[in-house]
DNA sequence: ATCATTGGCTTACACCGTTAGCCAACCTCA
DNA sequence: TGAGGTTGGCTAACGGTGTAAGCCAATGAT
């Protein structure tokens, strides 16, 4: 019968998410850490625990607040589209292109659910199954499909000379229903 | 006009990377530093580095050999099956399964290709494209959609009632040529 | 017999996340 | 007004990480 983390977060816990989204924007995601960020606030490394009880937690709320941002874009992505899936599927793309830390930090390990902003992840998914019909089964798929191509393509792991756009084409094409 | 590093490892050096195997099948990525595989060979971790430059190499090394059984497993599922594509599906989704720690340090980081053993990134990719009748787009739209699926399931990203099956199958067939 | 190479070793450095405990400033309430 | 509790800083410290420097015994070649 304990209280769970407050969902609303302290205007201060605020001010260090956000300093910390702007380390991992700026410098990358193993510049993220606890002193490096205490640096950025003017505080010492410590003191983070006054508000926040570990590292996880801090990734976790950057992670909901991504979510979050993402939710919308894909929303307004879909909203009146004529190709919903291809606007979707740019949205995804650039998303990670202009956010390659934070999509890495999003992406990159498992998550503990109970530390996100609940059904934020439902949020985040339901324009692609609305994209597809309700199909679940094919909104994974695609989703799987999306996370491939960019996970894949910010880690360099495709030939230099591949040609990503007609490859998103062609499995966009494939699986659209 | 410098030596590159010489193909063929040592014998020391094969050890260590054998016990380096060892160490993450058994313990898991996080297990694997430079100490924790000193333990194992009972010498002390500056040892290692009269073998290897640093740990991004004893990681190569590894990686390599990795490559080296999926494509020999790739190749294998290929031969003289009636579903060229479902096999090597089959193979790569179960490769993940029984390797997960493995299968995340190949993936999950970008990799210094001049340290990898030359051409086995391509001999792993030539199954692929092979099924595919030698589209390349195609086969980099499958295996990002073979990727995804895998590190989404290891990650747990999908819902737990998620019909993985079903989403492979959906995802296959839509890509199949 | 001498000398170089190999492959161990210890020590040490700078970084990491995190805990313990101290204390000044502030807020609340009698 | 004064007392007491809460908030949010601080320092010091612990055990972990990768890795550099330098010492030395055993081995092997000239």
Redesign the pocket.
Known sequence: MTDEQPDVP?P?VRQIVAAARELVEEEGLD??????L?DR???????????L????A?EHALISATFEEQAALFEAALAGSADPLGALATAYRDFARRHPHLYRLMTQRSLDRDRLNPGIEERAAQPMVQALDGDRDLARAVWAFAHGMTILELDNRFPADADLDAAWQRGLDALRP
Chains 1, 2 share one sequence.
């Open positions: 302290s201060r510049a993220l850490s606890m002193r490096h205490a606030l003017g505080i010492r490394a410590p003191s983070i625990y006054k508000h009880p570990d590292k996880r801090l």
